[in-house]
C-alpha cells in the first residue's frame, strides 16, 4: 500500500448551546476532515464515503479508494483509468469493502486492509448500495435517459444480480432500518421542481417477497415515509432508528433528521462559505456522529478534495431550536448521474 501524507483538519470548534455555533462548510460542524483526491478533470471529486470500525473514513475519491486517520491517508486502491465514482460501502460484518462508478458500472469489492481487490460485477449507472442484516447487496441504478431507476440484489459471492423493483426518475439513495425495512430516496432531473420528492419504504416482509421473485417493488407498494422535499441525496440511520437525509437541490444544502414520523431540519451547508452540496451521509458507531461529504471545495491551489464534516445528532427539542435559528430553506443537488 502507498503512504500518502495529508493533514488532516482537527476539530473546528466546539458545538454551542442548542447547536447554535458555525463553524466551516457546516453549521454545527465538529470536526471537518479533508481527504485527498485523485485523478483530473471531471472525476476529481469524492463520489463516496463510510466509516470503518476504528471511526477512519474510508472514501472513493477520483481514482483511488483511501482510509484517512489522524495521522495521513492511506491509499487500499487505485486505478489510472477515468471513472465518475458513485458510492462507497462498508458491510460491518464481513468488513468488505464495495465500490462503484458509474462511467462503465463497475462494482468492486475489497477486504478492509485493500486486498483480494477485484470485480463483482457491472451495472449500468448505479448510484448507491444498502447492506442488510443477512449479507444482501442492494443497488439503484438508473437509465441513462434519467428517466426511472432499477433495484436490484447482489451476491456478494457470485457477484449475480436480481432486479426485484423499479421506480420512475434519476437513480436516488438506499438505506436499511433496523426492522429490515428498506428505504429509497427519490429525485428529479428538472431542479427547479423543489419540494416535490419523498422518502418511500417497502417492509422487510415485501422486500424478501420481490428478492425471492413473487413481488416486485415500486412506488405503488410502497409507504411514503416524507413527502414534498427536494431531491435526496443520501439517507442513513443512526444508532437509535433515526433516519438522516441530505439534498441540495436548493441554496443552502440541508440535512434532516425523521423521528417518530415526523422530520425537522438538523443542519445545512454554511451559506457564507459559498455554493456547496451535501451528499453521501454516514453515521460513525465509533463516535455517534454522523458524517456528511460535502462537495465543491478546493485547497488553497485550486485543487479540488473531499471534505467530511461531522455533526452531532440531537435529541428532538435540540432540533426544534436549530431548525427556527436556520429557517427551513430548500437545497440544491448535484446529482452523479450522466457524469
Not at 495529508?6 to 455555533?21: D, E, K, M, Q, R
Not at 441504478?141 to 426511472?148: E, K, N, V
Not at 417477497?209 to 409507504?223: D, V, Y
Request: with cysteine.
Amino acid at each position: 500500500m502507498k503512504k500518502i501524507v495529508f493533514i488532516v483538519l482537527p476539530a473546528l470548534v466546539a458545538l454551542l448551546l442548542c447547536g447554535a455555533a458555525q463553524a466551516g462548510y457546516l453549521n454545527n460542524s465538529i470536526s471537518e476532515t479533508y481527504v485527498p483526491v485523485t485523478g483530473t478533470g471531471w472525476n476529481a471529486y469524492m463520489g463516496g464515503f463510510d466509516y470503518a470500525a476504528n471511526g477512519n473514513i474510508i472514501a472513493y475519491a477520483g481514482n483511488d479508494v483511501v482510509e484517512v486517520s489522524g495521522s495521513g491517508s492511506v491509499s487500499l486502491y487505485s486505478t489510472s483509468t477515468t471513472l465518475a465514482s458513485s458510492f462507497l460501502k462498508r458491510d460491518p460484518v464481513s468488513g468488505k469493502i464495495y465500490f462503484g462508478e458509474s462511467s462503465t458500472g463497475t462494482i468492486n469489492v475489497m477486504n478492509s486492509d485493500g486486498s483480494d481487490a477485484h470485480l463483482l460485477t457491472a451495472l449500468t449507472n448505479n448510484y448507491d448500495m444498502a447492506i442488510d442484516s443477512t449479507g444482501r447487496l442492494l443497488v439503484s441504478a438508473g437509465s441513462l435517459d434519467w428517466s426511472s431507476t432499477n433495484l436490484y440484489s447482489i451476491d456478494p459471492l457470485s457477484g449475480s444480480a436480481y432486479m426485484f423493483g423499479s421506480v420512475s426518475g434519476p437513480a436516488g439513495p438506499l438505506a436499511v432500518g433496523a426492522d429490515g425495512a428498506l428505504y429509497y430516496g427519490t429525485a428529479t432531473s428538472d431542479w427547479s421542481a423543489t419540494g416535490t420528492q419523498s422518502i418511500l419504504s417497502w417492509s422487510s416482509d415485501l422486500l424478501d417477497q420481490a428478492i425471492g421473485g413473487s413481488a416486485s417493488l415500486s412506488a405503488s407498494n410502497a409507504t411514503v415515509v416524507v413527502s414534498g422535499t427536494d431531491n435526496v441525496g443520501s439517507m442513513t440511520f443512526d444508532a437509535a432508528g433515526n433516519l438522516y437525509y441530505s439534498t441540495s437541490q436548493g441554496f443552502p444544502a440541508s440535512i434532516w433528521k425523521v423521528s417518530d414520523g415526523s422530520q425537522s431540519l438538523l443542519t445545512t451547508a454554511n451559506a457564507s462559505q459559498g455554493y456547496y452540496w451535501l451528499t453521501t451521509l454516514r453515521y460513525n458507531e465509533a463516535t455517534g456522529l454522523l458524517g456528511v461529504n460535502v462537495g465543491g471545495v478546493y485547497d488553497t491551489e485550486g485543487n479540488p478534495v473531499g471534505l467530511v464534516a461531522t455533526t452531532e445528532t440531537p435529541e428532538p427539542s435540540a432540533l426544534v431550536a436549530l431548525a427556527s435559528l436556520a429557517g427551513l430553506v430548500a437545497a440544491r443537488r448535484r446529482r452523479r448521474v450522466g457524469l
